[in-house]
């Protein structure tokens, strides 16, 4: 399809009965194929008709997302939604079929063996007996999604949502980062009755979906839905206890030292953002402006960053700053028939915003590249193991131009940056702890889930001082994370990425190019092969094994404890 802007791009309704007839017709195929040929045919057309549906899908999820209160893509979501649970019959059919090809070794060794093992994952997790329980978990996460998005509050004459508070709460004013803070924590439990409705409702949904799967709890779906297919629930208790051992310490130093630089008598929660009293590094420019600074950058970086920014600038597949009603975080989506990558995020003046730039970049870098150079579509990105790998490590591989977003700030931001990639891991491994517990019982009520909250942020971030702040006091932190109501068990993968850029980051220091090179073998990998196989493709160790956490990080302490 030819590239057009993306505020041209032209959305109609995804032909869903053009996609159930290529299910149908794909399967009978796969059946009767005499030869791998005709078996390999077969899966591409329905591959390209996946592939038009999903494109007008993405662009659906993307204008929704700008604003929520848009009741025509709001509608549109819904629609689509029922439409893909109804393929539901007509999907798993074709799936077994391919999984029971006569050509299926043929297609292994022409693909690799991940397509098939993602293949049989989903034969066992999808099902026409959940069809309505999918329908209302997508009804659920899209009413998350409008509650925190319209969610603002007047602070000092200015109406602010989440993520305009967060400007205030790197203030030099401390009573301006307090004041921000007590906004921020009123906000959320003012809609806290309809966030805790929602999640009740989505974790016994999504148990019951599991037992009538046949297993034995949520969290066993959600493992092989999210391709868990290298590691176990005990291997990630294994990595988090490494976390605690390693890490912990570390932070609780760092945050001491932080407390000692503000002068303060003890360190709270609104001041854990202000890591410098004379105030941290924010970046020079507007959105555009640092969009002009990044497509610079990229152009320095390597061929394949300049090729890949110049796109993104050309087709403007960008919405950066933050306005009110629009879905609060960031994220990289895909608009498969245009080859095209998308980045959305919520610029609010702070060094968020460049992290945006190297972050979700990273995420759009990669999908550039395999999906130019990967037949198959779903083999093209991996599992979010491997995808954050792709982002954290573009964060440090962007250091060196810093100075441009930065001006003499630059070294102030790469110091925070540092502080904040090791700083937020234990928390990463609170959201894990807290969701294996969730789903451990699934009905424990809001009480229950912030005690439980409150607990685990204890043994992973001791440090953690909410000022009396009562809802947050009792466990209420949790809820301001939103993978845990839109990507059940999406967030343990930032914590095992990033010992992986750190390994990169070190590499960097010693040769730059080995190191780069070594990235983009693993970029252009996509998800054609597992997890592990894919770290030995970007020379890299597992984290999972015993010390790996503490070689990863080891030489980050050492310059964190030499510069800060």
């Known amino acids: 399809m030819d590239m057009v802007d993306f505020r041209e791009m032209p959305y109609s309704r995804p032909d869903m009965e053009k996609l159930r007839a290529a299910y149908v017709t794909g399967a009978e195929k796969l059946r009767d194929a005499a030869s791998c040929d005709e078996a390999r045919d077969a899966f591409f057309a329905v591959q390209e008709a996946e592939s038009a549906a999903g494109t007008l899908t993405s662009l659906c999820m993307v204008r929704a997302s700008i604003d929520t209160g848009d009741a025509y893509y709001e509608g549109e979501q819904k629609w689509i939604r029922e439409q893909n649970a109804a393929l539901i019959p007509v999907r798993k059919d074709y799936t077994r079929a391919l999984a029971e090809c006569p050509f299926r070794a043929d297609l292994d060794r022409e693909f690799g063996p991940q397509l098939m093992k993602l293949t ?100 066993e779906l959600a493992y092989l839905e999210r391709r868990r297919f290298d590691y176990t629930q005990e291997d990630a208790a294994s990595f988090r206890r490494q976390v605690r051992e390693t890490i912990t310490p570390a932070v609780a130093g760092l945050r001491e030292r932080q407390r000692r630089r503000l002068g303060l008598d003890r360190l709270c929660f609104y001041d854990e953002a202000l890591l410098f009293p004379e105030g941290n590094a924010d970046p020079i420019g507007d959105a555009d402006e640092l969009v002009a600074k990044a497509q610079r950058m990229y152009r320095e970086m390597s061929p394949e960053t300049a090729e890949f920014f110049d796109f993104m600038v050309r087709y403007h597949l960008f919405d950066l700053e933050t306005r009110p009603g629009k879905r609060m975080g960031g994220y990289m989506t895909r608009f498969s028939d245009y080859e095209a990558p998308f980045i959305f995020s919520n610029f609010n003046g702070t060094a968020a915003d460049v992290d945006v730039l190297t972050h979700e970049a990273g995420h759009a870098f990669q999908g550039y590249l395999a999906m130019r150079s990967i037949p198959v579509r779903m083999l093209s990105g991996s599992t979010a193991e491997i995808n954050e790998v792709h982002s954290m490590s573009m964060e440090h591989f962007a250091y060196p131009w810093m100075d441009s977003f930065f001006g003499e700030n630059a070294e102030k931001y790469r110091t925070a940056h540092l502080i904040g990639a090791i700083g937020v891991i234990p928390y990463m491994c609170c959201v894990d702890e807290f969701q294996h517990r969730v789903y451990a019982e699934p009905t424990l009520d809001a009480k229950g889930r912030r005690r439980a909250w409150r607990e685990i942020e204890k043994a992973y971030m001791p440090w953690r001082d909410y000022d009396g702040e009562p809802f947050l006091e009792e466990g209420g932190f949790w809820m301001q994370k939103q993978h845990i109501f839109l990507y059940p068990f999406y967030y343990i993968e930032y914590a095992l990425a990033q010992m992986c850029a750190f390994q990169y980051y070190g590499r960097m220091k010693e040769d730059r190019d080995a190191a780069w090179q070594d990235y983009l073998r693993l970029c252009r990998a996509g998800g054609t092969k597992g997890y592990f196989d894919l770290l030995k493709e970007g020379n890299l160790m597992n984290p999972f094994r015993p010390g790996t956490v503490e070689a990863s990080v080891g030489h980050v302490i050492d310059e964190l404890n030499s510069r800060y």
Not at 138 to 158: N, W
């Open 120 to 219: 049989d994952a989903r034969l066992k997790t999808t099902d026409e007996r959940i069809m309505q329980a999918v329908v209302r978990e997508g009804e659920l996460t899209a009413a998350y999604e409008k509650t925190s998005a319209m969610a603002t509050t007047d602070f000092r004459g200015e109406s602010c949502n989440f993520y305009g508070l967060l400007k205030h709460m790197e203030s030099t004013d401390r009573e301006e980062r307090r004041e921000a803070y007590h906004a921020w924590a009123a906000l959320y439990e003012k809609i806290s009755p309809e966030l805790d409705a929602q999640y009740d409702e989505l974790t016994r949904l999504r148990d019951g979906m599991a037992r009538t799967l046949g297993f034995g709890s949520y969290t």
